[in-house]
Nanobody
Framework: QVQLVESGGGLVEAGGSLRLSCAAS????????MGWYRQAPGKERELVAKITSNGRTNYPDSVKGRFTISRDNAKNTVYLQMNSLELEDTGVYYCYAALRYAYWGQGTQVTVSS
């Protein structure tokens, strides 16, 4: 059974930082492409970061230079370091693992306050 469990969300002031973690089980983690999406109220889910099995990363312009995705294959965990948080970063953040199929976590809430 595949499980992706996110943690690290919370309430932070604008300009602050958070680090999200996603612990995976039930998959051969090292061969999966991993990533994070977020969904703000009333908006569609959007990609915020992805990392391939060989460590290549990609970010949309909205978070480039502020967010960093990384992975620890020994711990079956992917991280999202979020710095200089903005009000627009508020949303539910979902971890995913993709190969032939995509698996999703349950999401963790990030709220950025002014």
């Amino acid at each position: 059974q595949v499980q992706l469990v996110e943690s690290g969300g919370g309430l932070v002031e604008a300009g602050g930082s958070l680090r999200l973690s996603c612990a995976a089980s039930g998959i051969t983690f090292s061969i999966y492409n991993m990533g994070w999406y977020r969904q703000a109220p009333g908006k569609e889910r959007e990609l915020v970061a992805k990392i391939t099995s060989n460590g290549r990363t990609n970010y949309p312009d909205s978070v480039k230079g502020r967010f960093t995705i990384s992975r620890d294959n020994a711990k079956n965990t992917v991280y999202l370091q979020m710095n200089s948080l903005e009000l627009e970063d508020t949303g539910v953040y979902y971890c995913y693992a993709a190969l032939r199929y995509a698996y999703w976590g349950q999401g963790t809430q990030v709220t950025v306050s002014s």
